[in-house]
């Protein structure tokens, strides 16, 4: 498995409360994602980044900040947590631009936001 | 919305019989790649179709990529217990997002 490590692996938070996830990499891959995982929803992709300091907005961004100050980090904000954003948050990587190459899941982290 | 149909949402089946799940998109895909998720686990990528019409072979999987480049499928001749898990398909339309179908959950009875 590609080296990908999520923390924490489990959270339960309160509503209005700020939650920061982290994935860290050591296979010095420039793209990374962060996607939720809901029952009947499948994966989608909430922010992107494509190098440090360069990121994007995905499907479901709404409430969701990121940043990537090194090539190795990124990091997943929810400012005020809501009962919506209980999820599992997977991050990917992938080598080069998310078109044509495999995504590498971590292990993902389950946020329960009561 | 939810670009990249998939079906059906679940799927039960005596170990030995066939599987298959159909991924179906409204715009045409420039490719679609193929996850498996075990239960409790993170997806793990199968596979990846590009061009039209094409198809390609993992072992007792089969994959395919519609001739107009809207659907995909992944068929599993004789299921194992090893097979269980949920299968997603990944749509690219345009750019660099993927839209990822809502799963095929399959559960194989031994």
């Known amino acids: 498995d590609a080296g990908i490590t999520q923390s924490p692996r489990h959270k339960v938070t309160e509503t209005g409360t700020p939650v920061t996830l982290r994935c860290h990499q050591t296979e010095n891959h420039r793209y990374m994602y962060w996607y939720r995982q809901d029952p009947g929803h499948g994966l989608r992709l909430i922010h992107y980044?494509?190098?440090?300091?360069d990121t994007d907005k995905g499907e479901v961004s709404d409430g969701y900040s990121v940043s990537r100050s090194k090539t190795e980090d990124f990091l997943l904000t929810l400012e005020s947590a809501t009962s919506s954003q209980t999820s599992v948050y997977f991050c990917?990587?992938?080598?080069w631009g998310q078109g044509n190459q495999p995504q590498h899941f971590g292990d993902g982290t389950r946020l329960s936001i009561l | 919305g939810q670009q990249v149909m998939q079906i059906p949402q679940y799927q039960h089946v005596q170990e030995g019989e066939d599987f298959t799940t159909y991924c179906n998109s409204s715009?045409?895909?420039?490719?679609i790649q193929w996850y498996k998720q075990r239960p409790g686990g993170h997806p793990v990528f199968l596979i990846q179709?590009?061009?039209?019409?094409e198809v390609k072979k993992q072992k007792r999987l089969t994959f395919q990529f519609g001739e107009a480049k809207k659907n995909s499928s992944l068929h599993i001749t004789a299921t194992q217990t090893t097979d269980v898990g949920t299968y997603f398909c990944a749509g690219r339309p345009t750019g660099n997002q993927f839209y990822f179908g809502t799963g095929t959950s399959l559960t194989v009875i031994p």
């Open positions: 715009t045409t895909l420039s490719n």
């Open positions: 990917a990587i992938s080598e």
């Open positions: 179709l590009v061009k039209s019409g």
């Open positions: 980044s494509y190098g440090v300091k």
